[in-house]
């Protein structure tokens, strides 16, 4: 009989984190062993707490979320727990508030060094890579300081396990790579819809600019309309109410909430592109894969895993510019044949690599790594 083990979970429900978390929640249940205890960082947390947090906090901007999880953990201590669970390693330094003897999994889809090389290499002139080079000198210590309490890492990109080798020292018998999980019986193709005409290029994401959304409705102006037509998936306060393009749809207000008319954007779309300028993996790919999309994307951060150059895909890097986008775009849109193979291959990815199942099965593996 396995004994139950009274588990504390450490979750962030901001921005991205909103979705990985509740997939690990539905994970946790299947999990009847496990006597859960929940604390969230929540979004509305950084402006009801923020004046609590030591000022220094505040000032530099380094370590605000996990000061306000500590601060949190403090005002309503959690019960004494066997193990530790940690969301995002942004939220590692929190684990100095709780049982030291208790071993951790931390579960992650970026290190602080891999998001300070992203923004200096995406950010135009020298005081950016010098300020990320700063932060990275001050906290990466801290990092490194805590980070031996975690027994087990779960990043979701083999992009990210590399880091923690090769820029923390931890040993590759302790990482799991595990992707974020999706439900591919909801999130599945309609192969059998009579595709439309012109085709429909789809992009989804909240935050529009850093997700390339200005670029690529430039790229849709210039080159791609009337021969295509561009859906937008977005909640993005900052584009509300605006006048779009001839062949734009902005579609706002759907959400995992109720996702049939999310999944249905999806469906009844042609093409997935993601011109994104910063990203670690991006849910909106496995989404795309798992509804069968072929894809068009920026070659950075993890998104590489999602899409298989020539396999399911087309990778960009990061300085191509509108005619190049728009060449690769054409050139699906010019190929059905193709776009229905690399369809197929998306859908063959999410079923292997980023279904539920396979979510649980490495969870599983990462608990028995504390055993």
Not at 63 to 72: A, Q, T
Not at 77 to 96: G, H, N, R, T, Y
Not at 312 to 341: C, F, H, Q, T
Request: proline letters at 7%.
């Amino acid at each position: 009989m396995i004994r139950s083990e009274s588990v504390l979970f450490l979750l962030s429900r901001v921005l991205g984190g909103k979705t990985f978390s509740s997939h690990l929640m539905r994970v946790v249940e299947t999990m009847t062993h496990i006597q859960p205890h929940f604390v969230f960082l929540e979004e509305e947390d950084y402006g009801r707490y923020r004046q609590k947090i030591p000022s220094w906090n505040r000032l530099s901007g380094l370590f605000v979320g996990p000061s306000i999880l500590r601060w949190k953990l403090r005002r309503d201590p959690p019960p004494a727990s066997d193990k530790v669970f940690v969301q995002s390693f942004e939220l590692i330094p929190a684990l100095q508030e709780v049982d030291p003897l208790a071993p951790a999994i931390l579960a992650h889809d970026s290190t602080n060094v891999l998001s300070y090389r992203l923004i200096r290499d995406t950010s135009p002139g020298p005081g950016a890579k010098l300020l990320c080079g700063l932060k990275s000198l001050l906290v990466t210590p801290n990092y490194k300081s805590v980070i031996g309490r975690a027994r087990a890492f779960l990043p979701r990109t083999h992009w990210c396990a590399r880091s923690l080798v090769t820029d923390f020292g931890v040993e590759p018998e302790r990482i799991i790579v595990a992707p974020s999980g999706i439900d591919t019986q909801l999130w599945s193709p309609d192969w059998s819809r009579v595709r439309g005409e012109p085709p429909i290029l789809l992009w989804v994401g909240n935050d529009f600019a850093r997700k390339g959304g200005e670029f690529l409705l430039e790229v849709f102006t210039r080159f791609l309309f009337p021969r295509a037509r561009l859906r937008i998936v977005s909640n993005d306060p900052a584009i509300k109410g605006r006048a779009w393009p001839a062949g734009v749809e902005h579609l706002h207000g759907l959400g995992h909430g109720n996702p049939a008319e999310i999944v249905d954007a999806y469906r009844s779309a042609d093409i997935f592109v993601f011109p994104t300028r910063k990203e670690h993996m991006g849910m909106v790919l496995t989404e795309a894969c798992a509804t069968g999309l072929p894809i068009v994307a920026t070659d950075v951060g993890g998104v590489r895993e999602a899409v298989r150059e020539g396999k399911n895909g087309i990778l960009l890097p990061y300085g191509a510019g509108a005619e190049e986008w728009a060449s690769a775009i054409l050139d699906l849109l010019a190929d059905p044949v193709k776009r229905e193979r690399f369809g197929v291959y998306s859908r063959a990815i999410a079923e292997n690599e980023f279904s539920f199942g396979v979510l649980r099965e490495r969870v599983k593996a990462a608990f028995a790594k504390l055993a």
